[in-house]
């Protein structure tokens, strides 16, 4: 089989899948740049971007996946290199119509926090400054996902403003029919960011209570995608 590469979202980092790498020996997941502890250019972070980081990255056939963002840029990468691709568990990929994600967030503060406005850049500063509230917190009160909230904040301004401007919010759901033969979305059943109505185009399956974040389903995800790989 294809070693699996886990890649992660634009609020994440490797951590966020420390539970669920563990029903995959010799897997795989890692920072993207901009984010936990890789180096944060001035940079478009844009697709082109992550999908040449990438390639330093992913160097053998690949099972691939991702999560929120990083759904969107495991399917730039199969389709950059299909070849070197062979599945993609794309889990809460934002299937919206063009122009609707940043609308359909329920959440203001995220809202504020990746929008392109002068109050978002205020947001995103005041949201850095919380950090040291937040992690020792955080230990506390969610010491099994601890790293995961450390490394929320691991990034920059720049990086998580601009992955969501050039990359997330100008995504084409529409390329995802080139790897319908590939693909398979896992999608939760209280998340807002996915258009429901858009899912029967796909192959994919639906997590009973999940929200856009999968923390708390792991067993249930890997069980899910053990089954379809045997199943392949």
Known sequence: MSKI??????????????????????????????????????????????????E????????????SMGSILAKEFAL???????????????LQSEGRLLYEMSDPYTKALLGASRRSKIVTYLDQSMKVLS?????????????????YYRRTAI???????????????KTLYQLKDKAILIVG?????????????FDYHIIKNMRHYFFGYEDEIASFIQSRLKGD
């Open 5 to 54: 590469y886990f890649l992660h979202g634009i609020t994440g980092s490797k951590n966020n899948f420390i539970y669920l790498q563990k029903h995959f020996p010799g897997s795989e997941s890692f920072d993207l740049i901009g984010f936990g502890s890789e180096k944060k250019p001035n940079a478009p972070y844009d697709k082109e971007f992550f999908v040449k980081f990438l």
């Open 56 to 67: 330093t990255k992913i160097t053998e056939q690949a099972i691939l996946v991702g999560h």
């Open 80 to 94: 950059a290199h299909p070849a070197m691709v062979e599945r993609l568990f794309l889990i809460s990929y934002p």
């Open 135 to 151: 992690i020792p917190g955080s230990y506390f009160f969610y010491r099994k996902y601890w790293l995961t909230v450390r490394d």
């Open 159 to 173: 990086s998580l403003a601009r992955s969501a401007q050039n990359t997330i919010f100008v995504d084409d759901y």
């Open 189 to 201: 059943e209280n998340d807002r960011n996915v258009n429901k109505a858009l899912l029967p185009d």
